[in-house]
């Protein structure tokens, strides 16, 4: 009887080892990490933070890691209660227009600001029935006065982080300026040695373009590993090429 959802990860909190990407976890946590950073532009660090102190919880570190094979009791519950009701604040916010995707950025945007008040009133209803089912408890919580919804609202706030904006020559010539990212066998399992995780940085400006690899990802930010394999390249008459050719 749960509605759909859906769930995201932000790949900063993906494990680089030195074979493989490991830790890769997705769970209604990271997708309160994965919407903190998207819709408030901060790092993984700074989303921790903020969803933690959200949430009640004293370990950061654990959102983005699997709390099933630990076994951490206290988490999955909260998981389970963030899930359902993930699902349930979505069904209602789609109505009209509203694409899939503003109705899971609305009820997203729902948890981030009223999920103390939801799991205040998820408690109440437990213990008035202890036995009931956590998607009942949900749905009751959700009918508290503190925890109800403004749909509306909720969904006005979604649509100014999911809609996109025309993009003008000047942006994409800063954004090339900036440095663009990219990764190459990051989800293979490299144990072998056949292939190796390789993250580059490119970047561009009046005509020229250098692509950089062998960037690593260390506690949220790229960090250049070293200058093997970097490419200069020019736009000539006859197209791209490779000045270091």
Request: charged share 20%; net charge negative.
């Amino acid at each position: 009887g749960k509605k759909g959802f859906s769930f995201l990860a932000p790949v900063a909190a993906y494990d680089l080892s030195s074979s493989a990407i490991s830790g890769a976890v997705i769970s209604p946590l990271t997708t309160l990490v994965s919407h903190d950073m998207i819709a408030n532009g901060t790092v993984l660090n700074t989303a921790k933070t903020n969803v933690s102190a959200r949430l009640g919880v004293s370990d950061q570190a654990k959102l983005t890691k699997d709390f099933v094979s630990s076994n951490d009791a206290t988490l999955k519950a909260q998981a389970q209660m963030l899930t359902m009701a993930l699902g349930e604040v979505k069904a209602q916010a789609k109505t009209g227009d509203t694409t899939d995707r503003q109705a899971l950025f609305a009820a997203l945007a729902y948890l981030q600001k009223q999920v103390a008040d939801l799991q205040a009133a998820f408690a109440a209803a437990k213990l008035d029935d202890p036995n009931a089912k956590t998607l009942d408890l949900v749905k009751l919580a959700l009918q508290d006065e503190k925890a109800k919804l403004a749909v509306a609202e909720l969904v006005e706030e979604a649509k100014k982080v999911t809609e996109s904006q025309p993009v003008s020559a000047s942006s994409v010539v800063a954004l090339l300026e900036q440095g663009l990212y990219g990764a190459e066998n990051a989800l293979k399992d490299c144990s072998n040695n056949q292939c190796t995780p390789n993250y580059w940085k490119m970047l561009g400006s009046a005509g020229k373009f250098t692509q950089d690899n062998d960037y690593v990802l260390s506690d949220g930010a790229w960090v250049k590993d070293s200058t093997i394999g970097d490419q200069n390249w020019a736009l000539s008459s006859a197209g791209w090429k490779n000045e270091n050719a």
